[in-house]
């Protein structure tokens, strides 16, 4: 509220004098003369659901040449929920064969990326997005993006209208702006008219913000992660309401300590019609709290942490006229994906499939993408994104149940596969080579260290008891590493991080064990804690829990210890 201006970040500026985020996005769309858009436009195009972006494997010989970088965008489409229609899936596919390289990204946050999108295709890409009723906006950059809600229709009853509110969420704290229609939709401004952002006013917010619903007992979604998750409390397949959580991220800085990982804290309770006003001064609060002086510190979850869980409380029931009721009890039990073939409350089926680290492709051997097109055209019920980056091809009556499962055997995919626990379990944000903050390699690399992993599991006996195992390039955390029971954060090529620790169903922090190590450091560290687990493991006992008991690491109560040095074990 009180910054001074000289100090605020340069994003700051470039947000307040970029008209409601028009920036000058429009004309660099068409400069020929480059691949790429102005630097501050770079900025502003993240609003609209636009990572600029150049493939980091040709960089050096490009250089020789003497060409730029092969500039190219990601686009991330959001989709609340996760849940999207057949048409919105073929929609999809349709683009990420022409414009994407054939290739489409599930993400952490239930969403779509396309990758590799010229600066010529943007607009076409993003206009046929809209008209198959899905958007861009807001699916990046420093507003609320896109909700997320466990996406399991089988789990219960009110699914549907605990999604609807997930839904409702969206829409509410969507952005007003028009320059989105303009640019991309080629809506014209009505000239007397100003834009107006009645939430986020013209700064929007001083970073980037997550929403979550979750149901439990499932955490697949992750609550503990987001900035503001709303946790549905059901009684006698009645939804009553929702605990709400605030103050928890992931992302952090390597040798920064004044940069850490936090858990979200449940602070009480409202119903389901106070949900949205409960958002709405939420966001409010960090839009004039949040530090717009050091994008490091931006983040609500320091907000909370500067503040104190009391002064927010506080604040909240003050701006709400009214106070938030006591938290309801709730217990999570898992955060991974159910797989496989379930009946629904309804009599329909769903199947879980799991899709590699979310990238939905084809391979030689497995033809993924064909085969999921090939579902879509035949298929009326819903694809939902989970939240592990797997697929629910949701709503199957039982004769498209028959034709989805020989679909996917005519293509080589298994409906039922038999993947070990490990690689079920396993996780990896994109990396290289198209993220720029990319340190080391994740989704290309971490299938090939699980076999490794499932092999010394195997060796010691260990291989069906699920280890939550999950893979980062960077310490921003996009796979939730400081979530994972086994963390892996990229230090620099081929090196890094080792977490231990984190509890099964997402709700404890992990710790950093090693530091920049290699492959077979890692795997000769855990070759030790296997053979322990394997000997002095408890019946059920999970392997975060056991890395703890038995000393490896002490358990995280504060996010600031996650990179704190370690009495090494000897
Ligand atoms: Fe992320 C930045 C990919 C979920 C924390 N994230 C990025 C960028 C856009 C890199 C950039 O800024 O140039 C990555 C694009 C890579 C690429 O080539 O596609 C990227 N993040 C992803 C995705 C695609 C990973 C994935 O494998 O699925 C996820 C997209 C989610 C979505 O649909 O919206 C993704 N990112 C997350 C999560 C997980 C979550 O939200 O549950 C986190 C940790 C939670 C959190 O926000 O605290 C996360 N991403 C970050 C951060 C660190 C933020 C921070 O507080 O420090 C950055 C960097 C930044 O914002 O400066 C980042
Ligand atoms: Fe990129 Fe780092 Fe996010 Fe991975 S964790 S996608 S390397 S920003």
């Known amino acids: 509220m009180t910054d001074n201006p000289k100090q605020l970040e340069h994003v700051e500026i470039i947000k307040t004098n970029s008209d409601f985020l028009r920036g000058g996005i429009t004309e660099g769309l068409l400069n020929p003369i480059t691949g790429a858009l102005a630097e501050d436009d770079t900025q502003l195009s993240k609003f609209h659901g636009i990572y600029q972006q150049h493939d980091r494997d040709s960089v050096v010989p490009r250089r020789k040449q003497k060409l730029e970088p092969l500039y190219s965008f990601m686009i991330r489409a959001r989709v609340p929920g996760g849940i999207c229609t057949p048409a919105q899936w073929l929609t999809m596919n349709d683009l990420a064969e022409k414009y994407g390289g054939g290739s489409i ?51 219960s009853k009110v699914h549907q209208e605990v999604y609807d509110v997930a839904a409702k969420i969206s829409a509410h704290l969507t952005p007003q702006t028009t320059a989105y229609h303009e640019i991309w939709l080629d809506k014209q401004k009505v000239v007397s008219t100003e834009d107006h952002e009645p939430i986020y006013g013209k700064t929007y917010l001083p970073r980037k913000f997550k929403t979550v619903v979750a149901i439990p007992p499932t955490n697949d979604v992750d609550v503990y992660a987001h900035d503001l998750g709303f946790i549905a409390i059901i009684d006698q397949e009645q939804l ?35 949900v949205c006003e409960v958002a709405e001064q939420v966001v409010k609060i960090q839009r004039d709290f949040g530090c717009r002086t050091n994008r490091k510190h931006a983040r609500f979850k320091y907000t909370i942490d500067d503040r104190g869980i009391d002064w927010f409380k506080a604040e909240l029931n003050s701006r709400l006229g009214w106070e938030l009721q006591a938290e309801k009890p709730f217990k999570f039990t898992s955060n991974g994906d159910p797989f496989g073939w379930h009946k629904n409350h309804d009599g329909s089926w769903n199947l879980t499939l799991f899709i ?152 404890r922090l992990n710790r950093m064990y090693r530091e920049n190590i290699d492959e077979a450091t890692i795997l000769q560290e855990l070759e030790v804690i296997f053979a322990d687990y394997a000997a002095n493991g408890h019946e059920g006992e999970w392997f975060g829990d056991f890395v703890i008991r038995q000393g490896y690491v002490n358990e995280v109560t504060h996010g600031s210890q996650v990179h704190l040095p370690l009495e090494v074990k000897s």
């Not at 969403?111 to 899905?134: D, E, R, S, Y």
């Not at 097109?373 to 298929?379: L, N």
């Not at 039982?398 to 596969?417: A, F, M, R």
């Open 240 to 274: 009553i309401g929702f605990n709400v959580s605030v103050g928890g991220g992931m992302g952090a800085t390597h040798g920064d300590l004044s940069t850490f990982p936090l858990l979200a804290q449940v602070m009480g309770f409202c119903t389901p019609e106070q």
């Open 356 to 507: 590699e680290n979310g990238r939905v492709i084809d391979r030689d051997r497995s033809p993924l993408r064909s085969a999921l097109k090939q579902v879509a055209q035949k298929h009326v019920g819903d694809f939902r994104i989970t939240a592990n980056q797997n697929l629910i091809i949701g709503k199957l009556s039982n004769s498209e149940k028959q034709q989805v499962t020989d679909i996917l055997q005519s293509h080589g995919i298994n409906p039922t596969q038999q993947h070990s626990a490990t690689l079920l379990n396993g996780m990896a944000c994109v990396a290289l080579p198209t993220c720029s903050l990319a340190m080391a390699e994740a989704e290309r690399y971490l299938p090939s260290l699980l076999a490794k992993i499932e092999q010394l599991q195997d060796k010691h006996g260990v291989k069906n008891k699920a280890i939550i195992i999950r893979m980062t390039g960077c310490p921003n955390g996009c796979a939730r590493p400081y979530l994972a029971e086994l963390g892996f954060v990229g230090k620099g090529p081929g090196k890094y991080n080792m977490y231990l620790g984190g509890e099964f169903t997402g709700k």
């Open 105 to 155: 990204r599930l993400t952490t946050r239930q969403a779509f990326q396309l990758h590799g999108v010229l600066k010529k295709n943007l607009k076409q890409t993003i206009a046929n997005i809209n008209q198959n009723l899905m958007d861009t906006i807001a699916a990046c950059g420093d507003v609320n993006r896109n909700v997320m809600c466990t996406p399991n229709p089988e789990l």
